[in-house]
């Protein structure tokens, strides 16, 4: 199978993904090549480090290249304070210098927290994102995103930080859990509600593919880390359009926060999905979309076996009210009002700076009267 090149270009800080599978294996050989010092840490978590990191450190050591594994614990609750700093406890006691070189190895919680990191201590030390989940190889590894949650809101504190490489190794994905597969494949239909029709019709068609691990998987993920490359490019800090690439995370990112990012009851992907479906349905409540509009995309999303609604959540979840405070702290309110990715049909987002509040936790007090505790 091909092994797809994308690259960032930023100026001095252009990088390449490389994507393909069992590029693991010769990953060592690319890293090498990149790195200016023979001193690097590897920060990974509890999961992955159990599957890859032992075969990953030996063929390094080919290189004869000194490595300080960081290993965390898996999931959401990693991107925190605490966890950070044991991060940069560990780096800073291996005396890690400015030209040496920091790997996220992991998914999108270990891509955030390495890469912010990696850009505060000493002022930033290169680092290489290998992303093995599919989430974090179709969004979170590319573009330079950082940072950790808070009690007040996901993603709150962070950098911009760009990676010097990414290596997208397609065949690791076959030992993520089916259930984080689909909540990374939620981020790839976010590419073509926003601005590629026709790749939603095409992944429509290919979708169950994308999953076995077909061509169709790598040419998915090549097609997404260039649709967000293209955005990244033109936006790197999100002064505007970038914003288009946060469809769905408004509503998402709020309900994540609302669950206490307690992976039993939804992870980010699923926010994702739920959050893309509401984006939809608020758009046709502002009479811009049409409701069939709305039901091409549940379907989808609901064959891939994700979650498409509020009520789809397990456990109690916090009012209106509540929901309003974090979807404040996600996106600027000004004079009352809120800015929203919102859609006037199929591929057609648009950046809505002028949303009111009230419709907003209208629709919202909507949404959870549906929304039954099935656990009480
Ligand atoms: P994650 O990092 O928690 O990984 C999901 C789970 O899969 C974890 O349990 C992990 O251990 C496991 N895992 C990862 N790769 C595996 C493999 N190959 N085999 C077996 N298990 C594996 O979560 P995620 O979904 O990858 O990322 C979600 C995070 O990404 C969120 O914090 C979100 O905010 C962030 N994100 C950031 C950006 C950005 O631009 N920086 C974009 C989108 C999402
Ligand atoms: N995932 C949103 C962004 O990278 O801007």
Redesign the pocket.
């Known amino acids: 199978m091909k092994t797809e090149t994308v690259t960032v270009n930023l100026n001095k800080r252009s990088y390449d993904i490389v994507i393909g599978p069992k590029l693991i294996n010769k990953a060592t050989k690319i890293i090498a090549s990149h790195l200016p010092s023979t001193r690097l840490a590897i920060v990974t978590?509890?999961?992955?480090s159990a599957?890859?990191l032992p075969t990953f450190q030996e063929s390094l050591a080919e290189y004869d290249i000194g490595i300080i594994p960081v290993v965390v614990d898996?999931?959401?609750k990693?991107?925190s304070f605490p966890v950070l700093e044991t991060v940069i406890d560990s780096i800073l006691a291996a005396k890690l210098e400015r030209g040496d070189t920091i790997i996220a190895l992991?998914?999108?919680?270990?891509?955030?927290l390495t890469?912010f990191a990696a850009g505060i201590v000493r002022r930033g030390i290169g680092f290489i994102q290998i992303?093995?989940?599919?989430?974090?190889q179709v969004?979170?590894?590319?573009?330079?995103?950082?940072?950790i949650?808070t009690t007040h809101g996901?993603?709150l504190v962070?950098v911009f930080y760009q990676p010097k490489l990414v290596i997208a190794d397609t065949a690791?994905?076959?030992?993520?859990?089916l259930r984080?597969f689909r909540?990374?494949y939620a981020?790839i239909v976010k590419y073509g509600l926003i601005d590629q029709p026709g790749f939603f019709r095409w992944l429509e068609k290919n979708w169950r593919t994308v999953f076995s691990g077909g061509a169709e998987r790598v040419e998915a993920i090549a097609c997404s880390c260039r649709f967000k490359a293209a955005v990244v490019e033109r936006d790197e800090h999100e002064a505007g359009e970038r914003a288009l690439?946060n469809l769905g995370?408004t509503f998402g990112?709020a309900l994540?926060t609302a669950t206490g990012y307690d992976?039993e009851r939804l992870?980010?992907?699923e926010g994702?999905a739920i959050g893309m479906v509401l984006a939809h349905e608020f758009s046709v409540r502002l009479n811009l979309a049409s409701s069939d509009l709305v039901e091409r995309i549940r379907r989808h999303l609901h064959t891939a076996g994700l979650p498409t609604q509020i009520t789809h959540i397990p456990g109690s979840l916090p009012d209106a009210d509540t929901l309003m405070t974090y979807i404040a702290q996600d996106k600027k309110v000004t004079s009352g009002a809120l800015t929203f990715i919102l859609t006037r049909g199929l591929g057609q987002a648009f950046i809505a700076k002028d949303v009111p509040q009230a419709e907003v936790r209208a629709f919202l007090l909507e949404k959870l009267s549906r929304h039954i505790d099935c656990r009480r």
């Open positions: 978590d509890a999961n992955v599957i890859y898996a999931g959401e990693s991107k992991g998914g999108g919680v270990i891509g955030d890469g992303p093995t989940s599919l989430l974090a969004d979170s590894s590319v573009g330079g995103k950082t940072g949650n996901k993603n962070g690791v994905l076959d030992t993520l859990p984080e909540a990374g981020e690439l995370h990112h994540e992976a992870i980010h992907g994702v």
